[in-house]
């Protein structure tokens, strides 16, 4: 896994997920400069510690920082990061008792909090947000913009498709596929692939609803 980014990073989103971040960056070293969003107006003139500083825009005005976006859901994280669009530097933010003896690699922009556990031969792409105590097992892709709530499991051999987000403690089968922009509930047990754009939930888990995904 390449080594989290150590020099200035700004926060992109003033959120829960932000607060969560703030002390495991510092923990891990690195300069936090500040929180940026649109919002700032309305807003604190601190989140979490951190001063809040302006704009998405603004970044430009701190030149040699990379941007770790902490926004929760993850349509809307691949949003901000469309419309920020190519030549952005990204950080990397992962906690000090995240497990990936193998070395896996975790694509720019991810954040990995506590108790993350990767195993062998996984792969993790860029700007996936994975909460505490998730478990990524052998040969797991997850892809860009996905998310992994609280203690989400995957069996060995799971793909997770571009910006989905599987709920706390769901649980995937070995081999299942979750498609792109899915969403997967709370608690569910997935024991068969789930198609692009659609929301399942239960035990085992099945089809609630549809919605179209953006190419």
Do not use: F, K
């Amino acid at each position: 896994m390449a080594a989290s980014w150590g020099g200035p990073l700004l926060l992109v989103g003033a959120s829960g997920l932000a607060r969560e971040v703030l002390p495991v960056a510092a923990e891990a070293g690195h300069d936090v400069l500040g929180v940026l969003d649109d919002r700032h107006a309305d807003l604190p003139p601190t989140i979490g510690g951190a001063p809040v500083l302006g704009p998405v825009t603004s970044a430009a005005e701190h030149p040699g920082a990379r941007l770790l976006l902490c926004v929760g859901p993850s349509r809307t994280r691949g949003a901000v990061h469309e419309r920020l669009g190519a030549g952005v530097a990204y950080g990397r933010v992962v906690d000090p008792s995240v497990r990936n003896p193998a070395g896996c690699p975790v694509g720019e922009g991810s954040i990995l909090l506590a108790g993350v556990t990767i195993t062998a031969d996984a792969t993790v792409g860029a700007h996936v947000v994975a909460m505490p105590n998730v478990t990524i097992t052998h040969d797991c892709v997850v892809e860009d913009l996905a998310t992994l709530a609280a203690g989400v499991s995957l069996g060995g051999g799971v793909r997770v498709g571009r910006a989905a987000y599987l709920g706390m403690n769901a649980a995937v089968h070995p081999g299942v596929r979750i498609g792109a922009g899915a969403v997967v509930g709370m608690g569910a047990v997935v024991l068969s692939d789930v198609p692009d754009g659609e929301t399942w939930a239960g035990v085992p888990a099945r089809r609630l609803a549809r919605q179209e995904v953006a190419s």
